[in-house]
């Protein structure tokens, strides 16, 4: 395992040049950066310095520690959703429990190198989550989009919309006004200036307004911040949660689903960005970071962390092109929170609400949703389950299942197109010889026949195999067994190989396996079937096994004739 950060590489040939872009970019990074932690910390159910916390320190350490060049790592609005629910069940300390858990498991993936594989989980899954999640981040934000009076909210998608639905009544005009206002000012702001964020155009914006129509005409209703949580705008104390056997094992399968989204998120983010900087990032680099940043973060009183796609084009499109943007960005973040702290109190939570809504719906992915919607079915299948499993349950259940069935489908189609074909002297149909250019018609002899397995022979086709061998019946004196288009055998079909063999023996009949490929003959000699078959009759093309079968035959003859 080869652990190279992009920092190491990138100081190299360092310049002035660069360090300017890279501060400027790591600059405005941070000033975004603010109101979207904040954002994060306040939704996923805790205060909004422990947003800030993880931005500050797990995007330090992905910036410094990661595989990526322009990675910007802090709270995403993915996780949104996972952390609200963990701190409902099992309040902030099995949050930072699970989140150091979840930390050993991305770095553990890293060093297995298993960051290529993450790259398989099938498409209709990632984003039927993913739509799910937008969806279920919406919701939270509708009490106070709208300004409602609701109390404590379920922590379920549907008894949310039965709490909103009997709250209406209680909708402030003032509250939903500004929320509407921050939209349609994130929405129409890149018409006018594409580096500079709308979000943080809205925040601004709106949090003046409102403080000056609070303080100068006394208009109540509007809710901010400060009226909700008390912003402590410090350093972090050091805490290290007590963890037990008994802990791990509880918060064993929500740490599996931080760690999951974590790794899938921010090698996303990674790829992405590296097809707009013409770079390549390393995956196994970048998730040992991710993981060090949610080992280290719950210590200071962070949540979970990951790549976040928005503040790294923010990062790329400001000129940021190496980790030191990414550093400044933690730098300036931190000095914000520590003198300007005090300030956010009177960010407009219903501005904080359009910011979310706005999120959500980059998110929602609706158009590739859609079109995932026409392909097929076992597809839309995948799709469906992830998306509604996600809404209704949770993240957790979503991944697993849909996951599952996603594999079970992608079994089932392999298994569609494997075929076994069955070839006798009678039947005048061609036979494909290894190597030959041309359709050739292969003569056998009488009381030989040739069964070709095209397709991967594992436990989806091995019970295909035994099927048509049952069915058949017949006992014929040689039965070959063309394998040159099989890939790969499981045990399972090593399993179902060695009965025939075994089976075959009591009826006299003589087993050759022929055009077996080189990968497929090391599982064969490893479990025995060699031996068990004769090395001699595992034959290399299917005019070697009937010259073989010919020479059976004779045998048989001058026997029977003794």
Wanted: hydrophobic share 50%.
């Amino acid at each position: 395992m080869r652990f190279q950060p992009k920092l190491l590489s990138t100081l190299k040939n360092y310049s002035k040049e660069q360090f300017y872009t890279d501060l400027m970019a790591g600059i405005i990074v941070g000033i975004v950066a603010l109101p979207l932690a904040i954002a994060f910390g306040i939704a996923s159910g805790v205060t909004p310095e422990k947003g800030l916390f993880t931005a500050v320190i797990a995007g330090f350490i992905i910036s410094f520690l990661g595989g990526s060049k322009v990675q910007i790592g802090g709270p995403t609005g993915a996780f949104i959703v996972i952390v609200y629910g963990i701190v409902q069940e099992f309040g902030v300390t099995g949050l930072a429990i699970a989140t150091m858990i979840a930390g050993v498991m991305l770095v553990a993936m890293g060093v297995l190198r298993l960051g290529s594989i993450i790259k398989f989980i099938p498409f209709p899954v990632v984003v039927g989550f993913t739509s799910g999640i937008a969806l279920t981040i919406f919701t939270t934000q509708i009490k106070d989009l709208f300004g409602l009076q609701t109390g404590a909210l379920p922590g379920d998608f549907i008894h949310k919309w039965i709490v909103y639905g009997h709250s209406f009544n209680t909708l402030n005009w003032w509250s939903l006004a500004v929320g509407l206002l921050s939209v349609v000012i994130i929405f129409i702001m890149p018409r006018f200036s594409k580096k500079i964020p709308g979000s943080l155009v809205a925040i601004v914006l709106l949090t003046v307004i409102v403080y000056f129509l609070r303080t100068k005409f006394g208009i109540t209703g509007i809710e901010t911040i400060g009226d909700r949580f008390t912003i402590n705008a410090s350093l972090p104390g050091v805490h290290t949660p007590d963890i037990s056997f008994q802990e791990i094992q509880t918060l064993l399968p929500t740490a599996f689903t931080i760690a999951m989204l974590g790794a899938i998120e921010s090698l996303l983010s990674a790829t992405v960005a590296d097809g707009v900087i013409n770079d390549k990032h390393d995956s196994n680099t970048e998730l040992i970071a991710q993981g060090v940043a949610n080992f280290v973060a719950p210590i200071f009183g962070g949540i979970p962390a990951t790549g976040a796609i928005a503040r790294t084009m923010t990062n790329i499109n400001n000129g940021g092109r190496t980790p030191v943007a990414g550093i400044i960005h933690a730098i300036v973040l931190l000095l914000i929170m520590l003198f300007l702290g005090d300030l956010t109190k009177h960010i407009p939570m219903a501005c904080l609400a359009g910011v979310l809504v706005v999120v959500s719906y980059n998110m929602s992915e609706w158009r590739t949703f859609k079109s995932i919607l026409k392909n097929p079915k076992s597809d839309v299948a995948v799709l469906l389950t992830t998306f509604t499993l996600t809404v209704v349950f949770d993240l957790t259940i979503a991944i697993e299942l849909g996951l599952l069935l996603a594999v079970v489908l992608f079994i089932r189609r392999i298994s569609e197109t494997s075929n076994v074909a069955i070839f006798r002297n009678e039947v005048a149909q061609p036979v494909y010889v290894e190597g030959a250019t041309d359709t050739e018609k292969l003569v056998l002899p009488k009381g030989v026949e040739v069964y070709e397995i095209e397709g991967p022979f594992f436990f989806g086709v091995a019970s295909k195999f035994e099927e048509t061998m049952k069915q058949l019946g017949d006992k014929p004196k040689v039965r070959i067994i063309r394998m040159r288009k099989v890939p790969f055998i499981d045990s399972t079909g090593t399993h179902n190989l060695e009965n025939l063999i075994k089976m075959s023996r009591k009826d006299k009949t003589v087993i050759l396996l022929s055009g077996v490929t080189d990968e497929v003959r090391e599982v064969l000699v490893k479990v025995g079937i060699d031996r068990l078959l004769g090395a001699d009759n595992i034959c290399s093309n299917i005019n070697e096994a009937v010259r073989k079968s010919e020479e059976i035959l004779a045998l048989a003859t001058e026997s029977h004739k003794k």
